[in-house]
């Protein structure tokens, strides 16, 4: 079954692309013997590099949801080699992927971590801080986040809202593990500018220039003393590869969704750990449904710095999950349950629901 939901952000979140207060999302269940799965979709959330929602919508409605009834597999990889996905349609392609892993996790009686592989019970967790208002407004978010315990903040930043802001910032908070995230609203010609943020002992800048540019990273890298994230560039294991060649990081943030699903996320963790080169996982606005799969890959052990993945109330005034997430010293457990370990609550679901497709047998 595909469905769209209609979703609105506790508050809006601004970053250099502009300001997002609702979500259209798209989920996904899967049923077979008995279990049922249910994934989200993350298109839309980050156009430039996933396709739209109602591209996903089509792929998945018009042939990948048809071609998965009745198809018999035991790895996720089997499904997916037989539905045969559009290359530019990866979020489609994720959401079914991942909502095999889960069935294959419950058939197999153990939770999606373990069945990935992961090693660790609670994961580091960090937040993301969008564009404020006024350079005062962020210092009191950033306040508040640091009271909740949240292991390191990352601030969205723009040009012209980027080195004095973070002065401010270090300054008022001279401990704090800080990131800053430009979402590539840079050009090299701000290699100067940015080396300004050298000073401030940031954990890292993550992807200043656009997504295409990975030769503009290296050589940006060559001069920053703050190490370079990837997070839009990384699109592929193919995509890992070359960074690592040319050196255009020394650091990655994966999002699942982005890269086509837990099958490449694994691939790509493994890759970045034999390079010494640290990886988190990103967050892409996801309920929390798409929470606890990232939750789950998170636990792997090449995940070392804080990822992108904050409480239920971060984003959500009332959830489409029955479990709270909540963060405790840096970190939020990982569900333990069959799969996902959270289970959907379907009245609020469908309270949500602005269409939906069915594909049977
Ligand atoms: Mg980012």
Known sequence: ???????ELRAPFRSSRGSVTERRVLLITLEAEGLESWSECVAGVDAESTEDVDRAWSALAGELLPRAVGRRFARPEELLAQLRPPADARAARASIEMAAWDLVARAEGVSLAKKLGGTLAAVPVGVAVGLQDSDEALLDV???HLAEGYARVKVKIVPGRDV???????????????????????TLDDAARLGGLDALDLGLIEQPLAADDLVGHARLQSQLRTPICLDESIRSLEDVDRAIEIGACRVVNLKPGRVGGLGESIRIHDRLRDAGIPVWCGGML??????AYNLALASLPGF???G???????YWDRDIVDLDFVVANGCMQVPTGLGTGVAVDVERVQALTVRM???AA
Not at 164 to 186: G, K, Q
């Open 1 to 7: 079954m595909l469905r769209e939901l209609h979703t």
């Open 142 to 144: 950033i306040a508040g």
């Open 164 to 186: 004095d802001m973070l002065t401010a910032v270090r300054a008022r908070f001279s401990a704090a593990v800080l990131w800053a995230d430009a979402n590539a609203a840079y």
């Open 286 to 291: 996801e309920t929390g449904i798409g929470r």
């Open 304 to 306: 070392t710095l804080p």
């Open 308 to 314: 992108d993945i904050s409480a239920t109330r971060r």
């Open 357 to 359: 497709a069915v594909f």
